[in-house]
């Protein structure tokens, strides 16, 4: 009978796969399943449709906080086209679903891939920058495609936006928020097995080191331009999958939503959760989502305060004020994010009484 390991002491691994493993005990794997049990009984519990709808784009934004950590975090190519990516995925889906009536299990990874595509050519740059120069190609990128998204307005319906038709799967119509759910979280965790799996391939571990010294990763026999264009198509791919997810269960897209400050939001979710973290990228979407709704609470109940009034504030700018403040803060006291508080805590339980 297979003994229950809990926390072993000390390194026991006697082989690559056993160190290569995602988790090492079992642990790990009870905590992992009493999770999902808690994922897929939420909707059962007494709470506001509003409170589903937070975890419902929550989940949506993981996704493709995901993709982005992939890009930045793992190969070290900074992106601020990302919010402009998700666009694509959620217009190549709304196009797929509109125009050519296919359902939504094959509107979803077709839209991922239409971006991948999209993502590999404005990847091409990577090949001979990086640094500030390749973020300012993706910044350059974003504007481009913004401006396709508005004037194609064959394909786009331009400022009218596209309405979405009801997703319907295995002959169920999804619609509410509950229904969203039970499809959001299981792709979600889809996504999420996918790039910890792919971390540990001959690919992600190029990324690695292509991210800690490219000249080094070249000179050890790696191909630098094939290895960062593919990071840039899985990236994209994250993306446009969400992006195509968050059209249907936004029931109807226009083009305001993929601007630029949508792709500060993706990069402040990479820093806040942990760059180089898959875990980190889920935290990061869940602080981000979080903070969003508390600072438009916020912002709604001071709006026609007599203070605020008298003093001529105004609180559009609340939000971007409160990202940088939020940045500032993590770069400041704790550089690799919110993954890394959440390390240490585990730490802390793992050693108790002991502190060290």
Sequence with gaps: MKKIQLHPCGNFNESYDRELTIFSTDFGRIWAIVGIILLLSVPLMPLSPYLIYVMNITGI????????????????????????????????????????????FITIPAAGLITAGVGMIFGVPSGRLKGLYLTIATLAGQ???EYVLVHWE????????????MPVFFGFTIQGDIPFYY?????????????????????GRAWIAIRDNDRAA?????????????????SSFYAGFAGALWAYYMGSITTEPFNLSLSVEYLAMVIIGG????SGSIFGAVFITVLNELLRFMTDSLMNSAIVTQLGLSLAPLR????????????LFEPRGLAEVWRIVRSNFR?????Y
């Design 61 to 104: 934004a993981a996704i493709s906080v995901i993709g982005l950590n992939l890009l930045t975090g793992f190969t070290g190519q900074i992106s601020l086209g990302h919010g402009a990516f998700f666009g694509v995925g959620a217009y190549a889906g709304a196009i797929l679903a509109t125009r050519l009536n296919l359902p939504i």
């Design 143 to 145: 504007f481009i495609i």
């Design 154 to 165: 064959y394909m786009t319906k331009g400022t009218m936006g596209i309405t979405m038709p």
């Design 183 to 203: 499809i959001i979280f299981p792709l979600l965790a889809l996504m999420l097995w996918i790039a910890v799996n792919l971390i540990r391939t001959r690919f």
């Design 218 to 234: 070249e000179g050890m026999g790696i191909p630098i331009f094939p290895y960062k264009v593919f990071a840039f198509a899985v």
């Design 275 to 278: 760059l180089g973290s898959i």
């Design 320 to 331: 971007e004020f409160f990202y940088g403040v939020a940045i500032v803060l993590f770069i």
């Design 351 to 355: 050693l108790w009484p002991f502190p």
